[in-house]
């Protein structure tokens, strides 16, 4: 058995920390419940973030992510691909969670493109 790690990504990552709130779809509604969070990483498909919600493989979110400078979130919907714990503290547990997009609101994908172009242009100088 190979035990090389093979990356399965399309798209490159970039380090994004910014405020988010998630809303899960159960049953074919919207949640009213907003679970608070910071992303940890994005991608053209994906964001990884931080939350005390331990979400299921399979739950379908809505995500409304705040860009740096912008006055309105982003609005985004994808599935949850994995969900793992990352500390436990004494009061609260803290978990990351995987995305994948597969909805970006048609008068988002222009500020949502430029943001993901603009960070890896920046990861790109810094490796210069």
Known sequence: MNDEFIEKRKYIRFEAQTSINVQLHSKGYLSP????????????????????????????????????????????????????????GEIEEKFETGVKLFTVEKSDETKFVGYVNYKLIQRLKKKD
């Open 33 to 88: 419940e907003k679970i608070l969070g910071l992303t940890k990483n994005m991608s053209v498909e994906g964001v990884c973030f931080i939350s005390e919600k331990e979400f299921r493989s399979g739950d379908i979110l809505t995500l409304q992510v705040k860009l740096p400078n912008q006055s309105e979130s982003l609005a985004l919907e994808g599935e949850v691909r994995w969900c793992k714990t990352v500390s436990r």
